[in-house]
């Protein structure tokens, strides 16, 4: 069963106008609301100093430039007024998540913890009408024929949602919109030991949480491509008896833009701090001779393994790399005493080769050189790559609205932090600089793993710290690209 949410007749219908998309580094330049109180209806909106520039694309898009907002309130000043308007209502907007998220970092900003049931019309237009395709604010203006004086100004465009409000509900039965709107702002019952209003604010975004019992122990550590539905199943109906929902008592959750954030954060969560294995070790080809190779195991407390070359697998512990040795030896028929895995004197055959598992090098019937480029073979798709950089990078992810970017800090296969505006990238830059005494491990096995198929795949931008100093910002693309306001998306 979920969890009443505030009365459908009391209702704020919100939209802002902003100098960009990103809620982190972009600001509110404008506040449309509709606040409906059953009969009571009534309309505020105000203009906003962004206390910083505004583009010529933001002000041709909404008609609202710098001069017009040079004797506006800080939202600051704005604050307790705005924040007395949403208290106690069900906060409605088109893509919900982008004027929520705007509002909730703004409050933050001046020190007001911001919390509301939120309810997105692109998910109930969905909802309501899954034959169509197409959910953005200008098509459903058109498709329900509503007349809008003055589109992408906040009022204007909240009272175009009050108005969709009223066309839905004169079409359809109120109870199936009652039922949508609880499908889709509502949540199940948590159990009464977590604070329920905190979980409002679970976000429908990728990310990491971990679920801690009475003991402050984690439970589950887990990673999700929407956070609020995947923790939010753990409670319903059908699992509410299970383990893991009898047995929390605390739920953290930490947002990302994309699949590689997630998984970072989900490392960040199971292991604080972090500390590689102890005896994290590799097999290394050592030259014995003129075409000569074998494998020496090599340990990373004793290698840095983000820049030797000829490296083959990870493993944390020597019995797991001598398991995966033989395994390699016996599938490639490679003599035992050339790889290392059995004490034998020259000239004497291998245990291998009386079984037949062997072609005979340790006895002469085939050449050293030969089995040396038989066992590079065998090791070949072990191959660890040597980082490919000269120093840090950092990988710029972005989430499919370009409503948050984060810059994910790489350096010699060890993640050194997360920057979502342009002072704490630059921040993190220093550290990588002086690493020596920052006690960052230089190789984390599970970065090399996850952040390797990453640089493999291509898929995200690079950015160097001489690339910042060269005026390169990675936080300035979501600002203009594509960019038409929040209630554009669907």
Known sequence: MNVPIPRHDSLVFVDLETTGANFVNDRIIEIGLVEVDGDDVREWSRLVDPEGPISPFIARLTGIDAAMLESAPTFAQLAPEILEKLRGRLFVAHNARFDYGFLKHEFGRVGIDFHATRLCTVKLSRALF????????????????????????????????????????????????????????????????????????????????????????????????????????????????????????????????GELGARLRELELARTPHRPPEDLCSWQLVRHGEGDFRPALVFARDVDFARAEDLFGLYRAPKEAIQVLRKLAEAHRLCLRLTGLEESRAGEPCAAYGRGLCRGACVGKETVSLHSARLMTALARHRIRPWPHPGPIALIERDEFGMREDAHVIDEWAYLGTASDEAALDALFEIASAREDSGIPRFDPDIYRIVGKCLRDGRLETLTPAQRASGQRPFSSAREKGFAGGADTG
């Open 130 to 257: 899954p034959g169509h395709r197409r959910h953005n604010l200008d098509t459903l203006i058109g498709r329900f024929g509503i007349a809008v004086d003055g589109r992408h100004r906040a009022l204007a465009d909240a009272r175009a949602l009050w108005e969709l409000w009223r066309r839905w509900h004169a079409l359809l039965p109120a109870e199936t919109i009652r039922a949508a709107v609880e499908r889709i702002a509502g949540r199940p019952e948590l159990p009464p030991r977590l604070d329920a209003a905190r979980f409002d604010d679970l976000p429908e975004t990728p990310g990491a949480y971990a679920v801690f019992g009475q003991d402050g122990a984690p439970l589950a550590v887990k990673r999700a491509s929407n956070l609020r539905r995947q923790v939010f199943a753990h409670f319903s109906l059908d699992r509410r008896d299970s383990a893991l929902a009898r047995g929390a008592w605390r739920i953290e959750w930490r947002e990302a833009a």
